[in-house]
């Protein structure tokens, strides 16, 4: 089935540590995106690309890093820089239309981060 | 910067009852809008969208929003919701200028439907 694939579902950290979610697409999607949800936040952008090797920072990039070397590859790191890190972290994908908007974001079951 | 605003963050609702959660928008150039549905314990999946032609778009399970531009809303209801409707509703909004692209959401009305 064609869809998006989040790994781990649930992780655990310590402090000071990096880790690295997975998200993987067989949508054949241009854009790629990673989200953060919290509770009465809704859900706010972190990084997002648009083709290959290519990428943009969201509106809270501080303290994440991601690389886009394959198009249906899109990981996001969490640094120890960033201060408040436990969260749930979506990513999605979408085409991309000939005016340049986005379509519809298809979105992956997410990842649940705790640092301890 | 464009933002997204949903000012119910929290309806309870008796099953039967109609329903309407509020979405404004504060960008003025050409825009799609969307609303997402988060049920318990299941991925985000889209209601429906707005990207042209008629303002009154129908979704799934009988829903609608009305895109209005001269108030930049896009108001989701539903004449008669169900028990089943409970779940966490965002809209999200795109904006783009032909060289960018850009997906804002709100921050979700949780939905509580009693029976």
């Known amino acids: 089935d064609g869809g998006i694939t989040q790994s781990p579902k649930y992780l655990f950290r310590k402090e000071g540590q990096n880790v690295t979610l997975s998200c993987e697409q067989n949508?054949?999607?241009?854009?790629m995106y990673w989200y953060r949800q919290d509770p009465g936040q809704g859900l706010r952008l972190i990084y997002y690309?648009?083709?290959?090797?290519?990428?943009q920072k969201g509106d809270i990039a501080e303290g994440y890093s991601v690389s886009r070397e394959k198009k249906e590859s899109f990981p996001l790191t969490v640094t120890s820089a960033q201060k408040n890190p436990t969260a749930f972290y979506l990513c999605?994908?979408?085409?991309?239309?000939?005016?340049?908007?986005?379509?519809?974001?298809?979105f992956g079951e997410g990842s649940r981060l705790t640092v301890l | 910067a464009q933002s997204v605003s949903q000012h119910n963050h929290h309806v309870i609702l008796s099953e039967a009852a109609s329903l309407e959660l509020g979405c404004n928008y504060s960008?003025?150039?050409?825009?799609?809008l969307f609303w997402y549905v988060q049920y318990p314990g299941q991925h985000l999946q889209l209601l429906l969208k707005y990207f042209s032609g008629d303002p009154l778009v129908k979704g799934i399970k009988g829903f609608e929003a009305e895109f209005i531009k001269s108030k930049f809303s896009f108001n989701l209801r539903k004449p008669s919701v169900q028990w089943s409707d409970t779940a966490e509703y965002f809209c999200a909004v795109n904006t783009y200028t032909g060289t960018a692209s850009k997906l804002t959401f709100g921050t979700g009305t949780r939905l509580q439907v009693t029976l």
């Open positions: 960008y003025g150039g050409t825009v799609n």
């Open positions: 999605a994908s979408s085409t991309i239309g000939l005016a340049g908007n986005t379509g519809e974001l298809f």
């Open positions: 690309s648009q083709i290959v090797n290519d990428f």
């Open positions: 949508l054949n999607h241009d854009a």
